[in-house]
């Protein structure tokens, strides 16, 4: 019996060439998919660093309320008024002779 000889199909350079295509183009998608990663990893840590910034700030702008509230209860006192008004204003009562430092 003969035996059924195969033929070789010679292997052309197209399917080869598709498949330098293929990884050209995934290449060029994972390193697009990276970029995009590091970018908004990038965005993320500059608003991490203004949220920080912003909490801070929150922070002082909260003790001074506090102290212009303390200072606005302190100014209802008439007694505090006055030592405001003799103090940093110059102000005398009537008939009192005034006194400069």
Known sequence: MATPTKKRIPKSNK??????????????IIVIGLIGVCWQAYSILELHEEQVQLEEQLQDLQQKNQALEEQKNKLQNPQEIEK??????????????????
């Open 15 to 28: 399917p080869a060439a598709k498949r330098t295509h293929f990884w050209y183009i995934k290449w060029i």
């Open 84 to 101: 405001v008004a003799r103090d940093e204003l110059g102000l005398v009562k009537p008939g009192e002779v005034p006194y400069v430092k």
